[in-house]
């Protein structure tokens, strides 16, 4: 088991920065695979970014490269987003999640990660 805790939503204006933070527990994280998902009720849970564990590779999609950078910090098992020149349209319930599968590429498909957080919501007014 794996239990993800996120942290650093809120509100901002368009144009602003927010950081949001995942910290994982409950398993080595070592060779696993850290999503950053969204959602807006009425569509689908959308990838934003993720990392390998090992190796820091990294995939982002295409509506927030140049903006959005996702990290890792190894001795706290957390996983972090920044989040810069934010627009109304990143408004949406913000999740984290791991892909258990070794030796996985760093995938944008919501079924292949295993376990999730609960959310955290980031509003940006215009």
């Known amino acids: 088991q794996v239990q993800l805790v996120e942290s650093g939503g809120g509100l901002v204006q368009a144009g602003g920065s927010l950081r949001l933070s995942c910290a994982a527990s409950g398993r080595t994280l070592s060779t696993y695979t850290m999503g950053w998902f969204r959602q807006v009720p009425g569509k689908e849970r959308e990838f934003v970014a993720g990392?390998?564990?090992?190796?820091?590779?990294?995939n982002y999609a295409d509506s927030v490269k140049g903006r959005f950078t996702i990290s890792k910090d190894n001795a706290k098992n957390t996983v972090h987003l920044q989040m810069n020149s934010l627009k109304p349209e990143d408004t949406a319930v913000y999740y984290c999640?791991?892909?258990?599968?070794?030796?996985?590429?760093?995938?944008?498909?919501?079924?292949?990660?295993?376990?999730w957080g609960q959310g955290t919501q980031v509003t940006v007014s215009s």
């Open positions: 990392i390998k564990w090992s190796g820091g590779r990294t």
């Open positions: 999640a791991v892909d258990t599968r070794i030796w996985a590429v760093v995938t944008s498909t919501p079924g292949e990660y295993d376990y």
